[in-house]
């Protein structure tokens, strides 16, 4: 059974401003859920508790509740009751962050696999996304990257070698990509465009996904002054990871 203190603390933060009554239920059991009031697998309140308590109809309550566990704050079990999620980890959209530190910021490890480093020639795509000659030598690398043992992300990423000339002679198991670029060539700008795809079969394999399970794809272009840096394609599995941003205006 639902503690009867915690129906009562819902009905303390429901906020006050002109919003939807059910919009106001979802800010207020989200505020629960990330100031901690309401942790991860805690059974929350059940509907006819929450009708009780805010003196708002079943109808508005099912809605916030169904709204919230199409975004992954709850977790709703036939017959048994509803729960609070265990949140995805997040990357920040706005921001080109070394993924090492995501990780460890949560309290986890970080570890990776290196699956190939070499120079090779450029396609006409990757000569492209890197404003050098099709055919010209690039570095490139594909990695994955773990969180306490989980795939979390595929980086797949080629680089300027003019940018970077000893990208290859990096050990790729002790430091992320981000580290060795940000040293040699400081970022000064950066582009993002998402999507969500299908992994083919080799990707799949790399992050242990099931068949049909979905991936986002971040591709990620960064420049030192006017130069093209890296071109990176950083697919993460959508059961495992969410994308994030926030703005001010």
């Given at each position: 059974m639902a503690e009867p203190q915690f129906a009562a603390q819902l009905s303390a933060v429901m906020s006050d401003t002109p919003a939807p009554i059910y919009q106001r239920v979802k800010q207020a059991i989200v505020r629960q859920i990330r100031t901690g009031a309401w942790a991860p697998h805690q059974r929350i309140p059940s509907e006819s508790e929450m009708v009780a308590e805010l003196g708002v109809s079943r109808m508005t309550i099912n809605r916030a509740l169904r709204e919230l566990t199409s975004e992954g704050y709850l977790l709703r079990m036939q017959g048994v009751g509803t729960f609070v999620a265990e949140m995805k980890p997040q990357t920040e959209m706005l921001e080109v962050r070394n993924i090492a530190d995501e990780i460890a910021a949560r309290g986890h490890r970080h570890s990776s696999r290196l699956v190939s480093l070499q120079a090779r020639p450029a396609t006409a795509d990757e000569a492209q996304a890197l404003g050098i000659p099709p055919g010209q030598r690039l570095f490139h690398s594909l990695i994955v990257h773990y969180e306490n043992d989980v795939a979390v992300?595929?980086?797949?990423?080629?680089?300027?070698?003019?940018?970077?000339?000893?990208?290859?002679?990096?050990?790729?198991?002790?430091?992320?990509?981000?580290?060795?670029?940000?040293?040699?060539?400081?970022?000064?700008?950066?582009?993002?465009?998402?999507?969500?795809?299908?992994?083919?079969?080799?990707?799949?394999?790399?992050?242990?996904?099931?068949?049909?399970?979905?991936?986002?794809?971040?591709?990620?272009?960064?420049?030192?002054?006017?130069?093209?840096?890296?071109?990176?394609h950083l697919l993460y599995p959508g059961s495992r990871y969410q994308l994030f941003g926030s703005f001010t205006v």
């Open positions: 992300q595929l980086e797949d990423r080629c680089v300027n070698p003019i940018a970077a000339p000893d990208y290859l002679q990096q050990d790729f198991t002790r430091i992320t990509p981000y580290i060795y670029l940000t040293q040699v060539a400081p970022l000064t700008a950066g582009e993002h465009r998402v999507e969500a795809v299908a992994p083919n079969a080799a990707q799949r394999s790399l992050l242990d996904l099931t068949d049909n399970e979905p991936c986002l794809l971040i591709h990620r272009r960064t420049w030192s002054g006017r130069q093209v840096v890296t071109s990176a």
